[in-house]
């Protein structure tokens, strides 16, 4: 049965990620303890009317309270409209109204290699699944067990410009290989995320997963290479969301059925992370 719980929270901490970006820490016990990584909320101001909707934002990472307890969650974002013209004026104390946790999240890594491939915003995701990989972390209300821990943990981040880049205090972890691109070469490899991706494959392809998430055009080309190196991919959809928990079919995609045919699936309750070669990209 779907349990998800609204809350009345309290904005912790506020602070800025990369040019028009900010990271805010939002006061939620529950919630903290029960995301996983993948796994989103949404989000509106306690009170008015405007916007009305709530938005939908990727678990960053879950804060922790100084007995090690799940206090709260951090989320990333980026200014692009209305909402998130608001949140960029949030500050400390403010009440919004956050509910989730929402949809599958990014199933536990099991392999040899785990390569995430984030573009812009979508690197978000990835703190708490790099995290969890390397064992530093666990979410969960029965926290989830790796039988079979990534050897190798790998980060590919592409970003227009240098001045893009957010977290890179965060993601500075040990046993992280941390590679960078930029479209306009301000630092790391000067050209696409998606030509780190395929130069790691290249060299050793055995094994491998791959984690994306990032504008839809790089989704579509990080699947494609996985195809054609028969990596297996899932990708986490960032599709525009009216209620977050099924009940408006706004957030619908479409996927490929076993027989060849197609059909809609909720990005909200059926993803937003699916396994790249069902979905019509
Ligand atoms: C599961 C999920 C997780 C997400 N996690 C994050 C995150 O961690 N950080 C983050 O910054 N964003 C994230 N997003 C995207 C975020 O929800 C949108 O940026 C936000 O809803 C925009 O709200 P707004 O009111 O500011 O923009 P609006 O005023 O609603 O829209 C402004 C402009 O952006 C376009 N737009 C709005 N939403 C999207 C979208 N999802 N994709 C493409 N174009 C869009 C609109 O068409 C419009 O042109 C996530 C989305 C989903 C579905
Ligand atoms: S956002 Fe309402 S059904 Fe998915």
Redesign the pocket.
Known sequence: MLCVKQHQAKIVAVRAMAQD?WAVKVHAPELASAITPGQ?FMIRPATGSD?LLG????L?DIVRDSAGQPSGVE?????????????SQWSEGEEVSIWGP??NGFPVPECRHLICVAGG??Q??FLGVIREALGLESYGISPRSITTRPQQVSLCYGVRSARYLAGLEEFTIPGLDLQIATDDGTTGHHGYVTQLLQAKLAQNSEGVHVYCCG??PMMKAVAEICKAAAVPCWL??????ACGFGACFS?VTKVVEPDGSWDYRR??VE??VFRAEQLVL
């Open positions: 970006t989103f916007p938005r939908p934002f990727a960053y989320f990333g974002f980026v200014k692009v409209g209305k909402m998130t013209t608001l949140m929402l949809g915003i979508g978000t995701p504008p839809e986490s959809l960032e599709t525009p969301m957030c990005t909200c993803g937003p």
